[in-house]
Every structure is written in C-alpha cells, then in structure tokens.
C-alpha cells in the first residue's frame, strides 16, 4: 500500500492574516496626516502660483503684442488723417489765395504760394506713401515666393534621393549585364553537388561489390 509521506502546506500563523501590520499602517498614515496635509496644500498652491505666473506671462505678453499692433495702426491710421487734413487746408488756403488775390494781391499771392507748397509737399508724402506701400507689397510677395520655391526644392531634393536610391540596384544589375555582354558569354552557373554525395556513392559502389563477392 502507497501512504503519502509528503503533507500539505499549511498556512503561517494558523492561516490569519497578520492584523497588526494593517494596524499599524493605519497608525503610520494616522500620525503623518498633520504632516501630509499641509505638504499637499503647500505642493497645490506652488503648482497653483506656477500656473498663475505663466497664465499672467502669456497674457502680457498677448497684451503687449496687441498694443504695439494696435499702436502702429493708430499711429498710421492718425498720420493718413493729418496728412488728409493738411492736404485739405493747403486746397482751401489756395482757393483763399485767388479770393484774396483780387482784394489785397501781396497778401493774396503771399497765401497762394504757401497752399500751392503745401499741395505739392502733400502730394508729394501721397507719392511717397503710395511706393512705400508697393515696396511692401512686393517684399511680402518675394517672402512668399522664396519661401514656397524652398519648400519645393526640399522636397524635389528629396524626391530626387529617394528615386536615385531606388534606381542604383537597376543601374548596378544593367552594368553587369553590360559586362557580361562584353566579355561575349554570360556566365554559366557552377553546379553545386549536395554535401556527402560522394559518400553515399562509395558505400553503394562497396555494398554492389560485396553482394557479387556472394
């Protein structure tokens, strides 16, 4: 008869879990809470300042981006107006002057020539204006253009390495065939005999004799 001498595992300590472990970490995390609580308000509001700092950058930031633009448009947008308006005087300072021209004709000539500089002093900042503005045009347009003929050559370069990397086992098969042409034959491939043919033959060639020897 087989007896089992091998007995079953049994449990540490009876099976029970072990309480005073779970007790004791209780315990531990009940005596860190006045240190825990305070540390993860302090972590929270650190993070919250960080948050607070960069928010406020970025929006300065935004803030000072738009002022200056906004800034330049006004200062631009007051320069044409003044310039209209100055424009606008020199033309009623000249018709002034022809009124005047008749009643007083020093006064009259005086004031007509100060409108008639005028209106060519504006007329001129209008020329002026006008080509600064079609210089601008034309420079964005140039940045465009360059930028977009960069893109395109990146990418026709690229294009271009992945195509002639494609093409050189071609190129390199067509020169060996070429090769081979020249020399006047292609070369024949070398018959290869599996290993231990010649083994294999031997031992038949004996076992045959052995047998005729019978």
């Known amino acids: 008869m087989y007896y089992d001498t091998q007995s079953a595992p049994r449990a540490e300590n009876g099976g029970k879990p072990k309480v005073w472990k779970i007790v004791a970490l209780a315990a531990l995390l009940l ?3 006045p240190v825990l609580i305070p540390l993860s308000f302090c972590v929270a509001a650190g993070v919250l300042v960080v948050a607070l700092c960069v928010a406020g950058a970025a929006f300065a930031a935004v803030l ?4 200056a633009v906004f800034t330049v448009v006004v200062c631009v947008v007051g320069g044409l ?3 209209a308006l100055f424009q606008l005087a020199a033309l009623i300072g ?3 002057g022809v009124v005047l021209l008749f009643q007083a004709p020093a006064s009259g000539l005086a004031i007509l020539g100060e409108s008639l500089l005028a209106t060519g002093a504006g007329v001129l900042c209008w020329l ?3 080509q600064l503005v079609r210089l601008l045009i034309r420079g964005f347009r140039a940045l465009v253009g360059w930028t977009r003929r960069r893109l395109v050559a990146g990418r026709g370069t690229k294009w271009a390495r992945a195509d002639a990397g494609k093409a050189q086992p071609f190129a390199a098969g067509a020169e060996a065939t070429e090769a081979y042409a020249a020399k006047g034959a292609m070369p024949e491939p070398e018959a290869t005999e599996p290993e231990g043919f010649e083994d ?3 031992q038949e060639k004996e076992r045959k004799g052995a047998d005729d020897d019978e």
């Open 31 to 33: 005596c860190a809470l």
């Open 64 to 67: 000072c981006v738009a002022g």
């Open 81 to 83: 107006i003044c310039l």
């Open 94 to 96: 000249i018709g002034f």
């Open 128 to 130: 002026l204006l006008w």
């Open 200 to 202: 294999v033959t031997d």
